[in-house]
């Protein structure tokens, strides 16, 4: 009788082990870099995180010294998880959210299963882009390049690429919002991981989201776009459009008329943050 008592118990042991760890790899971790822990509006972010459900981690530096910094500080937190864990990668200060997390892994799924999704924006292009043509940054295999090409048509060619990229994708040639933002993107660790190898960043100082752009277009493959906004919403980052709407206390994507889980407001957009952080609370 004993025996038979702790066989079962040994058994109901393995059996909350294997669902604790099931459990554990299937929820969704957010990783937010920050170097400012007592920004007001990363204390916002996190409430949400909290009132949503969501499992996070905040890493960074002790100073902020570049996009490139904040790459290799992910680099070295990734490499500290499991392989198959599935993670968001975000910015800190800027961005909240605004639905449960126990929907995300199954949009995730049907968007971009064993794939990184990267948030899409109107905007482009960054500095580096607008002095290096589409293959001026890294080789294919992720090797460092360099050519400079300081020209007014650069900005034009990385468009186009993302809009033929983003027809390619979809079938649908009148998108706008077909350029990458670093701030947001999401998939398995072990994929980020190969994406940052791909990367090489080696300089503080480098420009994530360019090189990111161009990883993109060489492996197309390794990636989806949030194209609709079904999970990553970007306001507008140099204009004054705010397109979200409050209907049944569900933030709306007006263009898109989606309903995402992270709001990101780059380039200080403040006002949108600010009125859509509204809508939530």
Known sequence: MLHSLYMIFILLLILFVALYIFTYHKKILVIIYETDLNNKRLNK???????????YKIIGDYEWKGFGKKIKTLHTFLNTLPPNKIVVIS???????????????????KLALNKILVSTEWACCEETRKMYAPN?????????KYLMNNS???????????????FTKTGRKDLKWVNPNAGL????????????SLMNIYKDDEDDQ???????????NMFELDYFASIFSNSHMWGSECHYKNTNNEVINTTFNSKPFFFHFPAKHFDCYDKTYAYIT
């Open 136 to 144: 001026n940054i890294r080789y294919v295999n992720g090797s460092h």
């Open 152 to 166: 007014q048509k650069n900005v034009h060619h990385w468009i186009q690429q993302f809009k033929t990229l983003a």
């Open 210 to 220: 360019s090189v990111l752009s161009e990883i993109i277009l060489q492996n197309q």
């Open 45 to 55: 972010y996190i409430k949400t995180l909290k009132r949503f459900g969501y499992d």
């Open 91 to 109: 910015d800190g200060r800027d961005v909240f959210v605004g639905k449960n997390q126990s929907e995300l892994i199954h949009t995730y799924t």
């Open 185 to 196: 993107y999401m998939g398995q660790v072990k994929d980020i991981l190969k994406m940052y």
